[in-house]
């Protein structure tokens, strides 16, 4: 079985500041995605990033980029010069690919960016 | 397009009774996910569509549980004899099935209280 884990609950900096939120997972499989969602206060889950398994590169959407190691089970996301509006939730969440594509996610971080 | 949308927003009930909630998915997306999200945790699928037919159901989908997906359209989640634990937000996401990497766009959720 597959498992998300996000080892930090809760996070803070200042705005402008680049901030890198950490997720490991765990998986025999060779082929699949991996996502991160932001969940803002009282909103919707909303997509902000995705990467294949299968591309070495690693995905960037703007300000958003992931640090993918797929040795190393390990899929980071880093945010640059953050802003308010990036307080939210965020969760890691993993898809294994020909299957029934459900989500499994992480417990999440709560990242809070200080004006 | 208005995105996912679920009804309704919060319920609240006594613990015992039945409950059901709605989901209008994106029209032109076939497949259909329900997942429940309690307080500080990632969200946890329940079950899934592909069109009309519903293709798996996890374990933590109880027999108390149960949801339609008529004519492959809305769906509903209808839980019976509420319990306490039932307490959680209600989670709906649509997708392709193909393509964009199987992106899931959410709903708003419906926050479920058994009192």
């Known amino acids: 079985a597959q498992t998300v884990t996000q080892s930090q609950p809760e996070m803070s900096v200042q705005e402008a500041e680049t901030v890198t939120l950490s997720c490991t997972y765990d998986t025999s499989e060779s082929n699949y995605y991996l996502f991160w969602y932001k969940q803002p206060p009282s909103r919707q889950m909303i997509l902000v990033i995705r990467q294949e398994a299968y591309k070495q590169q690693n995905a960037t959407e703007n300000r958003f980029s992931v640090n993918f190691q797929k040795a190393a089970k390990s899929f980071s996301l880093k945010i640059s010069d953050s802003q308010l509006g990036d307080t939210a939730m965020y969760f890691c969440a993993f898809m294994k690919s020909y299957s029934n594509y459900q989500l499994i996610w992480g417990a999440g971080t709560k990242l809070i960016i200080k004006p | 397009d208005t995105g996912v949308s679920q009804n309704p927003r919060h319920k609240i009930t006594k613990r015992g009774q039945n409950v059901t909630f709605r989901c209008d998915p994106i029209s032109e997306h076939n497949r259909l996910y329900w997942y429940r999200q309690t307080l500080g945790q990632g969200p946890e699928f329940l079950t899934y569509?592909?069109?009309?037919?519903?293709?798996?159901k996890s374990r933590l989908l109880s027999d108390r549980f149960s949801a339609e997906r008529p004519k492959g359209s809305f769906s509903t989640l209808e839980i019976q004899r509420t319990e306490q634990g039932d307490s959680a937000m209600y989670l709906c996401?649509?997708?392709?099935?193909?393509?964009?990497?199987?992106?899931?766009?959410f709903g708003p959720g419906t926050r479920l209280t058994v009192t």
């Open positions: 569509f592909q069109n009309e037919a519903q293709l798996e």
């Open positions: 996401a649509s997708s392709l099935s193909a393509g964009a990497g199987y992106e899931q766009y």
